[in-house]
């Protein structure tokens, strides 16, 4: 879902999720202090 009215699709978030998944790794999204989202992503060694 997009909260803003930027031009685009709005599929870059499953993109990055499924290159990270393709890697075996991990995305977390968390509330980030500073308000807004945060992103970790964590990819194997």
């Known amino acids: 879902m997009r909260a803003d009215t930027s031009p685009g699709q709005g599929i870059g978030l ?8 393709s890697y075996g790794g991990e995305i977390r999204v968390d509330e980030s202090p500073l308000g ?3 992103f970790q992503l964590k990819l194997p060694q």
């Open 14 to 21: 499953a993109v990055v999720t499924e290159i990270v998944h």
């Open 36 to 38: 807004g989202a945060r």
